[in-house]
């Protein structure tokens, strides 16, 4: 399984902003999706995720109502649409897949063993 991140950039508060994940090497409607995204101070932190069927939605608090997450099936790609974009939203994001997920254990980057190689996203003030 290979995963490719893009569309980082620099914005400015209460922009929007659209991440894609392509997804490649397996069956992309078997797998559940999450985005994290990671700065030096805090460290990894989950930000959503989307389960196989594509029914079933989950998000941080911190984001909750300001992104989606979503999935193209026949594009192959998850998408994290960010709207009201705050300065503290600014990190690495990165895309991750798992065939499996735990409903308990869909936030926990361990129940992960895809990710791709991240892409910057930074807000300023």
């Known amino acids: 399984v290979q995963l490719q991140a893009s569309g980082g950039g620099l914005v400015q508060t209460g922009d929007s902003l659209r991440l894609a994940c392509e997804f490649s090497?397996?069956?992309?409607?078997?797998?559940?999706l999450a985005w994290f995204r990671q700065t030096p101070g805090k460290g990894r932190e989950f930000v959503a995720a989307i389960r196989r069927n594509g029914g079933h939605t989950y998000f941080a608090d911190s984001v909750k109502g300001r992104f989606a997450i979503y999935r193209d099936n026949t594009k192959n790609t998850v998408y994290l649409q960010m709207n009201s974009l705050r300065p503290e939203d600014t990190a690495v994001y990165y895309c991750?897949?798992?065939?499996?997920?735990?409903?308990?254990?869909?936030?926990?980057?361990?129940?992960?063993?895809?990710w791709g190689q991240g892409t910057l996203v930074t807000v300023s003030s």
């Open positions: 991750a897949a798992s065939s499996g997920v735990i409903l308990s254990q869909v936030r926990r980057g361990e129940s992960y063993p895809y």
């Open positions: 090497g397996s069956t992309f409607s078997s797998y559940s």
